[in-house]
C-alpha cells in the first residue's frame, strides 16, 4: 500500500529530501507527544465506539419493553385465572336488575336478591373480565385490584352520615331502591 508521500515523491511533486525532513518531523511530535502524555485521537475509533453504545442502549430499551410486555401479559393470565376459579354465580336467571358503573358507563347484570345483597354487603364484587362480568368474593377482588384496579368495581356503601345543611336531609332513600 502507497502512502501519500510516496505518491508525491512518484509525482514529482516533492524530492526524497523534503519528504524524509516531513517524516522525521512527525516521528519527533509522536515521539514528544507521547513522552508528554497526550494521546492521538483516533476519531474513527471514538465514532465506532459511540456507535456502538448507541447500539447497547437501543437493544437495552428493546429488551426493557419486551420484558414489560411479558410481565402485563403474566399479570393478565393471573387475573383470568383467579376470575376463573372464584367466580360465584349470579342466580339462575336472575330478576333484579343490578346496576353499576365500570369506568364511564353504567353497565347492568342480572341477578337473585340473594346474589344482590351480598353485593350490597361488599362480600362479592364485580369483575369486568373478558367483555363480560364475573362476581368474586372480597378476598380474590382485592388480590386482582393489586394486580389491575381499573377491572374491579367497588360498590360505595351509603353513608350514614347526613350534612346539616342539605335540604334534603329530611327525605330517607331507601335501601331497596332500584336505579
Not at 516521528?27 to 476519531?43: H, I, N, Y
Not at 376463573?84 to 369506568?103: E, L, R
Amino acid at each position: 500500500m502507497m502512502g501519500l508521500a510516496d505518491q508525491l515523491l512518484k509525482a514529482g511533486l516533492v524530492d526524497k529530501k523534503k519528504a524524509k525532513v516531513v517524516h522525521q518531523n512527525k516521528s519527533k511530535q509522536q515521539k514528544d507527544d507521547r513522552r508528554a502524555g497526550v494521546e492521538t485521537v483516533d476519531e474513527a475509533k471514538l465514532a465506532a465506539q459511540e456507535l456502538q453504545r448507541a447500539n447497547a442502549e437501543k437493544a437495552r430499551l428493546a429488551n426493557a419493553e419486551r420484558d414489560a410486555a411479558a410481565q402485563q401479559k403474566a399479570i393478565s393470565a393471573q387475573i383470568t385465572q383467579m376470575v376463573q376459579q372464584n367466580k360465584q354465580s349470579k342466580g339462575n336467571n336472575g330478576d333484579i336488575a343490578y346496576n353499576f358503573t365500570f369506568g364511564t358507563k353504567i353497565e347492568r347484570i342480572y341477578v337473585t336478591n340473594a346474589v344482590r345483597e351480598h353485593l350490597v354487603a361488599g362480600r362479592l364484587v364485580i369483575v369486568g373480565e373478558g367483555g363480560g362480568y364475573e362476581l368474586v368474593p372480597r378476598v380474590i377482588a382485592d388480590k386482582i385490584a393489586e394486580r389491575n384496579a381499573d377491572i374491579v368495581v367497588r360498590v360505595k356503601q351509603a353513608s350514614t352520615e347526613v350534612d346539616e345543611d342539605d335540604p334534603y336531609a329530611d327525605f330517607k332513600i331507601p335501601d331497596d331502591l332500584m336505579w
